[in-house]
């Protein structure tokens, strides 16, 4: 049988490793964390974080990415030993066409998990509301520590999805009167990023939507003020007249 043939196959079995990048990389046996550490050399996590954030790719383009200050010979070897320690590990890189690695089908991926959940919300009915709630306030922030451009813009690719996701499942449980949970999730948005006004906006219009006038005003009042000494601005007139209507 072909080794690409036999990775087919193998891909085929339910997943055996578990892969974290949120919060910090971590790779596990079995459906969570409790299956047992696997250990990973630092160009193994680099090359696995790399193909969990970035989807399938030519050896060339991992080699040329993972390792850009040596020669392209020397990104090779060093790339081929990478893989050789991964799949002695743990069997968590595929080859799934001539050229071209990718994750194996044995892999869980939690960006994919929470990538999932954020467009479901963002697109989808308000079904399944806890459970998204608390996948969208228990994770943590993508690989902190590590540097590589390419990590930094997904980082950021991942903050601003997970921003949106927490506010349109605010706006959403609003909607259904769940307003502890709607608020937990905006005020979640103001912690991630305190100077995100339509963050606030949205803890305020769970405030006027339970009639709580005073909270909405004090919570507006105090972002106008961190807008005044942070930045100099005051807030949008979409949001100044959002709270006069709501007093009038």
Same mark, same amino acid.
């Given at each position: 049988?072909?080794?690409?043939?036999?990775?087919?196959?193998?891909? #085929?079995?339910?997943?055996?490793?578990?892969?974290?990048?949120?919060?910090?990389?971590?790779?596990?046996?079995?459906?969570?964390?409790?299956?047992?550490?696997?250990?990973?050399?630092?160009?193994?996590?680099?090359?696995?974080?790399?193909?969990?954030?970035?989807?399938?790719?030519?050896?060339?383009?991992?080699?040329?990415?993972?390792?850009?200050?040596?020669?392209?010979?020397?990104?090779?070897?060093?790339?081929?030993?990478?893989?050789?320690?991964?799949?002695?590990?743990?069997?968590?890189?595929?080859?799934?066409?001539?050229?071209?690695?990718?994750?194996?089908?044995?892999?869980?991926?939690?960006?994919?998990?929470?990538?999932?959940?954020?467009?479901?919300?963002?697109?989808?009915?308000? #079904?399944?509301?806890?459970?998204?709630?608390?996948?969208?306030?228990?994770?943590?922030?993508?690989?902190?520590?590590?540097?590589?451009?390419?990590?930094?813009?997904?980082?950021?690719?991942?903050?601003?999805?997970?921003?949106?996701?927490?506010?349109?499942?605010?706006?959403?449980?609003?909607?259904? #009167?769940?307003?502890?949970?709607?608020?937990?999730?905006?005020?979640?948005?103001?912690?991630?990023?305190?100077?995100?006004?339509?963050?606030?906006?949205?803890?305020?219009?769970?405030?006027?939507?339970?009639?709580?006038?005073?909270?909405?005003?004090?919570?507006?009042?105090?972002?106008?003020?961190?807008?005044?000494?942070?930045?100099?601005?005051?807030?949008? #007139?979409?949001?100044?007249?959002?709270?006069?209507?709501?007093?009038?």
């Amino acid at each position: 049988m072909a080794v690409t043939e036999r990775q087919a196959v193998r891909d #085929e079995a339910p997943p055996a490793l578990r892969l974290r990048l949120l919060g910090g990389f971590h790779l596990s046996r079995g459906e969570d964390d409790g299956g047992g550490q696997v250990d990973v050399s630092v160009s193994g996590q680099q090359l696995l974080a790399l193909l969990g954030l970035r989807g399938p790719a030519t050896r060339s383009v991992l080699a040329g990415t993972l390792w850009p200050d040596v020669t392209e010979e020397r990104a090779r070897a060093c790339l081929r030993t990478a893989i050789w320690r991964l799949n002695t590990a743990s069997s968590a890189v595929a080859d799934p066409r001539p050229g071209v690695l990718a994750l194996s089908g044995r892999v869980r991926l939690d960006v994919q998990d929470f990538t999932v959940t954020a467009r479901r919300i963002l697109t989808a009915s308000a #079904e399944g509301t806890g459970a998204a709630c608390a996948s969208l306030m228990g994770m943590g922030e993508l690989l902190p520590g590590w540097y590589q451009d390419w990590v930094v813009f997904e980082r950021e690719r991942l903050h601003q999805l997970r921003l949106h996701a927490l506010e349109a499942l605010s706006a959403r449980l609003v909607v259904r #009167e769940q307003y502890a949970p709607a608020l937990e999730a905006a005020l979640e948005c103001t912690r991630i990023d305190p100077l995100r006004e339509s963050a606030h906006r949205a803890v305020v219009t769970v405030h006027l939507a339970e009639n709580n006038l005073a909270e909405a005003m004090r919570h507006f009042k105090a972002f106008r003020g961190l807008l005044r000494t942070e930045l100099g601005i005051e807030p949008s #007139e979409q949001f100044r007249t959002m709270v006069r209507h709501a007093l009038t």
